[in-house]
């Protein structure tokens, strides 16, 4: 008898609130994982300002796509990564923050204000990856794991601009740009104090639904329990788990700025790195990667950069080499972490096999904030579901598309994704295995 996981908790307490934590048995295996045999997991990997459209899009359409200039690190990848060109976001009215919440909500953006020449935004809904991160909750320990390569060095412009995961209007999750710190949130085990607050919190899970304080507390405040008490849920995973059979030997390096410059390559391979161990211990199921952020101020000394992306894209003459230079060694930077997935094994495969992984930015060109030919790539096997990596052309399909077949990718049967204009109900087909 094949049964899923809350199916037995909700079996062996007669219908109770609180839940206990359980072995993994055999008769769960099929419900926890994919059709491949390992778990579905959905991935979001964001890098900001866009591409150079005329050096991007491949050419040749189908599977076997010749690589452009600016895709060729991926030359290697491409039968487990697919190109979508000519796609327009739907939701476009305001330079980076359509795009943003575009791609990753489906929605037009929320605004908060103005400051300065232009606004202050959020994102209106969960983002891509928290719609993932609420299909996988409860399975794992983490309900999601984020991110972060390149630092922040943009402007204050709202939570859009500085933040990649969101849970709704200025409820974020934020990157974790500091190695050391990741892997210690992953695997270092509970202190006492973590250990005696999860205990004692069980209490309060057991006389949560039905108590006093239920019923007088408003609808948002019930909202909030229900993430603490999620919260403290994912903290009796870990404390049960037993995550030290999983760790390898710990990072010695957060890989701090030296004479200014970020040392880019090490760290996104050590996150790349850390991340695939992560999954490898079933920690987590959705990810996401910000490897720079929305209007992203980086300064790509390694290509000769000696100023921020954002403006270097306003202000480089055409054809704006060292805008083309950054993208090709963001791309690389792609082709690494990809790398890492593919050549870590899972099973009887390895885990970017078992992955949907959305790759996009918030816009195309980045010295005029285009919405066309918007930059999307769909990362992955996810365990059976997506075809071979092909190159498909669509102009002015809605971008929306591809946030719906990329969850649709990873076991989110979602019957659509976005709302007005950027509302779709059309998966690609092409893609989808």
Partial sequence: MKVNRRFVLKSLLGGAVATLPLPMLDAMRDAKAGPSGSPDRFGLWFWGNGIRPERWVPGSEGTGWSPSDELAPLVDLRDRV???SGFEMKTATHPHHSGMSGVLTGQHYHQLGVVRDTIVSTLPGPSVDQIAAEHFAGQTPFRSLELGVTWFRGTDEGSSFQHLSHNGPNNVNPSEYDVVR?????????TDQERDLARSSVLDALQWKGSRLHTRLGAGDKVRMEQYLDSVRALEKRIGADVAACT???????????NGQEQ?????LA????????????LTRAFSVQ??????GAVFWQVGADNGLHVTCHEEPQPQPTVHAATVFTMERLADFLGVLRDTPDGENNL???CSILCTSELSDGSIHSNTEFPLLIAGGGNGRLSEGRHLRAVGRNTSDAGLTALRGAGVELASFGVAEGYSDSPITEILG
């Fill in 182 to 190: 990741a892997y210690e949130r992953l695997f270092a085990l509970p």
């Fill in 291 to 296: 490897f720079s952020t929305c209007g992203s």
């Fill in 264 to 268: 880019i390559e090490a760290k996104n």
């Fill in 352 to 354: 970017l096999e078992s």
């Fill in 248 to 258: 390898s030997t710990a990072p010695t390096s957060s890989y701090p700025d030296v």
């Fill in 271 to 282: 996150m790349s790195e850390l991340l695939a161990m992560a999954l490898s211990c079933d």
């Fill in 82 to 84: 697919s190109v979508l």
